[in-house]
């Protein structure tokens, strides 16, 4: 039986406990075998979301482990990649392309912009249109805080949630 179907058939018994429908004993009996019901499946659940959250906690530290692994493995790539752009036409592979069975070395000249210092104070006077300039986004903390010291705002407010926690 789902655990919403236990919740309507103790609401059902409520109801006629209150309308008198059945004997009083009867319906304590019945509602205690549904609490009974009702505590099985809610203890289940709760070993579900026990052992989920075991696998969540083992994922998240295997992740963390081959985030880093991949990490060390792009600074080895980075590294060899700059030693081979140093040395590689300091023997001859400048202008042309390294190339053998296996492999094809080249270079390929590609553009980027860099910005020096200072370059943010002159282009606000200057060149606005040079500047990306971010949405404002509301700061929750200093919201709540401004909250609880007895401000009152037309479009903040503050809401009580309920969350369940699975020891």
Known sequence: MKLYEIADQYQQMMWEMEENE???????????????????????????IKNLTGDIEGLKKEAAALTARAKTKQNNVDRLKQYLTAYLPRVGYEFKPFENER?????????????????????????????????PEPDKTAIK?????????DFARLVENKNIQVK
């Open 22 to 48: 059945l004997p009083e004993e009867d319906l304590r009996k019945a509602l205690e075998d549904i609490q009974e019901t009702a505590d099985e499946k809610i203890d289940a659940i709760s070993a579900v």
């Open 145 to 153: 805080e401004a909250i609880n010291a007895g401000e009152v705002f």
């Open 103 to 135: 492999h094809r070395i080249s270079f390929r000249k590609s553009v980027q912009v860099e910005v020096l210092p200072g370059f943010i104070e002159w282009a606000e006077k200057n060149a606005e249109d040079l500047l990306r300039f971010k949405d």
